[in-house]
Nanobody, 123 residues
Framework: QEQLVESGGGLVQAGGSLRLSCVASGLTFSSYVMGWFRQAPGKEREFVAAIYWSGSSTLYADFVKGRFTISKENAKNTLYLQMNSLEPEDTAIYYC????????????????WGQGTQLTVSS
């Protein structure tokens, strides 16, 4: 069974850092992209960052502004999102997702989703 499980969310003060993790299991794609998305209350789900599982090519949303870094540890089937200089506007549920093929920022193009992990940034 294909499954993604996120962890690492929590409450952090503005300016602080946090690292999210996503453990993948049962993935059978021969070539796929892993992405992070977020959804704040009352807003649509938006793209944050993505990385090729078999390579190192990354893609970031403009609002990341060099604050976030996506990475992976293939041996542990784990995806990470290191978030620095956090702002209250980063408060959202963060989701890990997976799709076959190439980079894409549209959440509707992703096939498998985790349950999400809540990040709250206090001012």
């Amino acid at each position: 069974q294909e499954q993604l499980v996120e962890s690492g969310g929590g409450l952090v003060q503005a300016g602080g850092s946090l690292r999210l993790s996503c453990v993948a299991s049962g993935l059978t794609f021969s070539s796929y992209v892993m992405g992070w998305f977020r959804q704040a209350p009352g807003k649509e789900r938006e793209f944050v960052a993505a990385i090729y599982w078999s390579g190192s090519s990354t893609l970031y949303a403009d609002f990341v502004k060099g604050r976030f870094t996506i990475s992976k540890e293939n041996a542990k089937n784990t995806l990470y999102l290191q978030m620095n200089s956090l702002e209250p506007e980063d408060t959202a549920i963060y989701y890990c997702a997976c799709r076959r093929g190439y980079h894409n920022t549209d959440p509707h193009q992703y096939d498998i989703w985790g349950q999400g992990t809540q990040l709250t940034v206090s001012s």
